[in-house]
């Protein structure tokens, strides 16, 4: 099955994107034809620092290689180096509702209360909805928080396939059945986020082994004592046990058990420490990968030739079945 995924280049990773996000792309690139892809493009949709943008989209291309993924498993590219996914956006844009985006939740969320909204933050998804297309993608690997953002690229395919005819496969979003959506640590009835969470509430892929003990050991739970998996009642507790339930590799029901008779204070202590020892082999390829940015463009350089192979006749045939007159 052909799968693609792609990651913001804003800010620093965390376990939400780790768990959520990243996990699922290791495990995905054994058995597929996977390609994913740092979204640069998304990231100039909200204020951001060009020299941070141009830092952090290296910064990400090494830490996806730190977990896990493998140039000779799966493709991995800079979205702005495929110059076709722009292209893409904007001949999708004709088959895209302006109220269809109006109702995007991310949208409404992340322009609230600001003096200025870009109109990119308005029609990123259609860029996101033209990333996926262009592959032909059969499932997409992502948290959440993209379920509707993964339905409007579904819809968009659809209407393009009726109105043009069949060009896209229509794409499945696959979400991990723990943790697809994180909780911020010190806010846990909302999820880890990269711009709107706490700073103590975020436990970063690269935090140092002390800062992640301690943003657990603080972690909000409530004034129970029984550590149970109960998200609506027990949101914090049930945060922990899912993030400990995926550093530890053991289900849900046998993490509950495991702490019959002890307290929050166990469960915290533990949590961090399954973090720290998950995160300390990735922390350490990540320092080796970063060090040689010589290799690291290389790589992506290779991942974006075959990724542009790949993607350019479903642009041609988006191309000439709109009627344009081709060179
Ligand atoms: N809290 C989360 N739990 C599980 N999965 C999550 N993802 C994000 N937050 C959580 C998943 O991570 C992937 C990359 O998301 P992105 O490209 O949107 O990266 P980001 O901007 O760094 O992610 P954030 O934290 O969601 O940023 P904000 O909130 O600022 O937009 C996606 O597959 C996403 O589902």
């Not at 970063?290 to 350089?301: I, S």
């Amino acid at each position: 099955m052909r799968v693609f995924s792609g990651i913001q280049a804003t800010g620093a990773k965390h376990i939400g994107n780790y768990i959520g996000a990243m996990r699922q792309y290791v495990e995905t690139q054994e058995e597929n034809d996977a390609f994913f892809c740092v979204v640069d493009l998304h990231s100039i949709t909200s204020d951001y620092d060009p020299q941070d943008l141009h830092d952090r989209t290296l910064d990400l291309a090494a830490l996806l290689y730190a977990v896990g993924l493998a140039p000779d498993k799966c493709t991995l590219f800079l979205q702005s180096h495929v110059t076709g996914h722009a292209e893409a956006a904007w001949l999708l844009s004709a088959v895209t509702g302006f109220g269809q985006l109006g109702r995007m939740t991310q949208f409404k969320e992340k322009g609230e209360g600001k003096d200025f909204v870009s109109a990119g933050l308005f029609t990123y998804p259609v860029l996101m909805a033209g990333d996926i297309l262009l592959y032909q993608t059969d499932i997409v690997p992502v948290g959440d928080d993209q379920r509707q953002h993964i339905e409007l690229a579904r819809d968009l395919a659809e209407r393009f396939n009726s109105r043009f005819g069949q060009t896209f496969k229509v794409p499945r979003g696959v979400f991990p059945e723990v943790g697809a959506r994180i909780m911020d640590l010190q806010e846990p009835t909302k999820k880890m986020s990269t711009t709107g969470g706490t700073p103590q509430g975020t436990v970063l892929v690269l935090d140092p082994p002390d800062v992640i003990r301690k943003k657990f050991k603080t972690a909000v739970t409530d004034s129970g004592r029984e550590v149970r998996y109960a998200p609506d009642e027990k949101p914090g507790v049930s945060n922990l046990i899912e993030i400990l339930s995926v550093a530890s590799g053991t289900a849900i029901p046998e993490v509950e058990a495991s702490y019959d008779g002890r307290g929050y204070g166990d469960l915290k202590g533990d949590v961090g420490e399954a973090v720290v020892q998950l995160f300390a082999p990735m922390q350490e390829r990540y320092a080796e990968l970063r060090a040689d940015e010589a290799e690291l463009r290389r790589l992506l350089r290779v991942g974006a030739e075959k990724a542009r192979e790949t993607s350019a006749p479903t642009l041609a045939d988006m191309y000439e079945r709109m009627g344009f007159v081709r060179p």
